[in-house]
């Protein structure tokens, strides 16, 4: 994570100088050589709207998993992992995240995209 490019929803773009267990120090957004003001979390970092690389993980059977829904205001849905074909068809195309936020945070970057 040392270093990585975040860009939030708005096209704003931090890099992140240090991460140690769960807190992150990142760049101001006009001058990445020099630090933010604050520490945060990644859920901080998710709820401001910025965007962390897809994680390859593949949940066990029977765990519940996200991914970004277009058709109304909730922005996600939820699965169980079956290792069914429409699961690893999601999981091939980085669809399936973790929590709620982190499908949120990716269909407002899919969003984005086509606006």
Known sequence: MYKQILTNKEGKKVKILSHH????????TNNHAKADDDNYTKQDLVDLGFIFPVEVWTP???????????ADDIKYNSSTWTDHKLDNHRLANNLICRTKEEAIALTDKMLGVVK
């Open 21 to 28: 267990q769960d807190i992150y120090i990142i760049s101001q």
């Open 60 to 70: 066990e059977i029977g765990e519940e998993y996200y991914v970004p829904y277009f």
